[in-house]
Each structure stands twice: as C-alpha cells, then as structure tokens.
C-alpha cells in the first residue's frame, strides 16, 4: 500500500480528531489512529470507545487499498515540526512496517493491526434526524458549555439537554448553581425530542464548528448520536436518564430589575472579589436609587471593598449575594453590551438577561444567590 498527501492537510484533519484520544486508555489500540484507504480516499478515525471521530481527505496518489493504525505521539509530533509538503507513506501489508518519506529524510516505524480498532455503536431503527445550521448549534454550545456540571453521582447534569420541539430547539446546562437556556425558533424541526449531550463531545463541536459553513445533519437514538459536518463525522455516546424540568426552577416574578453596563459591572466584580472570603468568593450586591453597590469582605484577614455601579433599577431597595466567580462567568458569556438583572427575594434565584439577543435567539440564565451570614 502507498499513498502521497499534503503535510498541512493531514495535520490540520489529525489535530482535530486527536481531541478525541484519551492520557491514558483501557485499550492499547485507542492510542492510534486508524487509517483506512479506498482509491484515493484517506479515512482517519480516532476513538476512546464513547466517542468516536471520523475524518477523510483525498491523497494525491494511491496504490492498493487497506487498513492499519498509527500511534497518535509518533506521528503527530513529527507532522508539527514539517513545513507544507507532499508525504509518501509506504505500508508493507504483511508486517505493517511503514515508511514516511519527506523532502530531507524518512520515517520508519510499525503500524498495529486495525481490525482490532473498535467498531462504531450502530444506531437503531427508529433514530431520529434534523438539520441544523452549523452557527445556530455552535452558539447553542457556547452559550451553555460552561454550565454544565462535573457530578459523578449526578450524570445528567454533566452534559447539555437539547430539548426539540417542532417550532424551535432548546440548549439547557446546569450545575445546580448556575442554568443557563438557550432558545432558538430558526430551527422548525417538526419533530418533539430530546438527549443530553456529554461535555467531551459538546467541546469537540465547539472546537471544530467555526470552519463549517454547511448544515449539521443530527441523527440520533436513546443512546447514541451522530453529527455529521461537511469534513467529519462524530458519533457519541449519550447520557441516559431523566434531565430535570428546568423550566419549573425559573422564577416568573421578579418585581425588581436592574439595567447595567456589562463590561463595567465584571471590572467592578473582579476587583471587589480580590477582597472576598477565599472559600465562598462571596460578593453582596446593596441595590437602591439607580445604583449597585458592590462589596466583600474577608474578615479572617480583615479585608474589604466596596465600590459603586451606576446603573437602571426598578424595584425596591434591597441586598443580595452572589459567588462572584459564577457571576462573572455568567456575564462573560454574554455578548450583549447591557445586561438586565431580574430579582424577587434575597432567598430566590437571580436571572440575567441580554438586552439585546442574537437574532431567533433567546437567552436567558439563572444564578442561585448565597446567605448573607457573613455580612
């Protein structure tokens, strides 16, 4: 078997699905990628048995056809260092010795068997499918990765519900903290459904979205889906279960409303934050007469700040808490240049708004508050 590729086209398609590969496996094969060729089309796969990403490129020339993997490190490390040029790989098929030639020098290493690579989980018959702009599902993960959970005994908070409906989709992430709801009416499916979605898989999209322009075709079952993009497929396992109604824990009343500059409401936080209790990153918003003022204080090394925020407010006056790192992460995944804070009680969750959503877009997060005990 032989074949001759672009240095620059191999890398960029490994790099992207070496994302996939795990420090350390259960199987000794998921250290490689598998390769296959048919005519002059090269296959890439890379696996950790959950998730599994596919990728193909056309060669320059071929001979023979075959299949054989790869060790990831061997092969990538080396790839990083060429400049763009044409690659002959030479494959003894008996042996799977392999030659890598290039422009000033050669490889030489041994391939692995890649009938023992594991086989994708086939989806069942009754799979679902929908299309989706490539942009509409990439914000639909930006917005909500971040709030997902990381919760062994709690699995289905660890990933993104996306709720289908047949006059729009939904994103949903939370960690019992913070939830965000990402809702987008672009999308007129026809279809009612849902799965979660799991981080790595979630953070794989993210990575490789941006570079597609296409519609994102979205197959799926009660187990497994399949996303498939114009230069690679990804198939994941899902997480299984019941996601909570994430509908039933957003507050509908909030009589009290505060309209703020976002940028200068994180500097605010991020300098008063300096200031706080090291274990609860405590911050107390004191809102009253169109101002937030903002403190924390560490009274173990007694230390304190206090600064004040010109902003909108309706409602009355009132103080309330927050873990400032989820606030500040919160308003740092909103692009709007002003964001509405809506209140109730100090005792219930706070949602935060854009004042200006992206078009078909509507988003909204929630922020459960903390005990003001220290204060």
């Excluded at 990933?159 to 992430?173: K, L, N, R, S």
């Excluded at 279809?191 to 979205?209: E, R, V």
């Excluded at 399949?226 to 509908?247: D, K, Q």
């Amino acid at each position: 078997m032989k074949f001759i590729v672009s240095s620059t086209a191999l890398l960029s398609h490994l790099q992207a699905i070496s994302r996939v590969i795990n420090s350390k496996n259960s199987m000794a094969i998921l250290d490689n990628f598998l390769f296959r060729l048919e005519g002059n089309t090269l296959t890439m796969t890379a696996s950790d048995q959950e998730t599994t990403m596919t990728t193909e490129i056309e060669v320059l020339e071929a001979e023979g056809q075959g299949l054989f993997a790869v060790s990831a490190k061997i092969l990538l490390e080396p790839l990083k260092e060429l400049p763009d040029q044409p690659l002959t790989f030479e494959i003894n098929d008996e042996n799977l010795e392999i030659f890598l030639y290039f422009q000033n020098g050669k490889y030489n290493f041994i391939g692995v068997n890649g009938d023992e690579y594991p086989q994708k989980s086939p989806l069942s018959a009754d799979a679902k499918t929908l299309q989706m702009p490539a942009q509409v599902l990439l914000n639909g993960i930006n917005r909500t990765l971040f709030a997902t959970g990381d919760d062994e005994l709690r699995p289905i908070m660890n990933g993104i519900y996306i709720d289908i409906h047949p006059e729009d989709i939904i994103f949903v992430a939370s960690d019992s903290h913070k939830l965000v709801r990402c809702k987008n009416d672009s999308i007129q499916s026809g279809l009612t459904s849902s799965f979660i979605l799991p981080k790595k898989p979630a953070t794989l999209l993210k990575n490789i979205l941006p570079k597609e322009s296409d519609d994102v075709s979205i197959t799926f079952d009660d187990k497994n889906a399949v996303f498939t993009l114009s230069n690679f497929v990804l198939n994941c396992r899902l997480i299984e279960g019941r996601y909570p109604n994430y509908a039933s824990v957003i507050p509908q009343n909030n009589p009290n409303r505060i309209i703020v500059d976002r940028a200068v409401f994180v500097n605010v936080l991020r300098r008063v934050s300096v200031f706080s209790d090291q274990a609860s990153n405590l911050v107390k918003l004191q809102l009253r007469d169109n101002q937030i003022q903002v403190s924390a204080q560490d009274i173990d090394f007694s230390t304190s700040a206090e600064e004040n925020v010109s902003c909108n407010y309706t409602g009355d006056p009132m103080g309330i808490g927050f873990k400032s790192t989820f606030l500040i992460e919160i308003l740092n995944n909103i692009s709007s240049q002003e964001v509405t804070i809506e209140l109730s009680d100090p005792s219930r969750a706070g949602l935060i708004l854009p004042v200006e959503n992206q078009p078909n877009e509507d988003l909204l997060m929630l922020l459960m508050p903390m005990m003001l005990t220290d204060f």
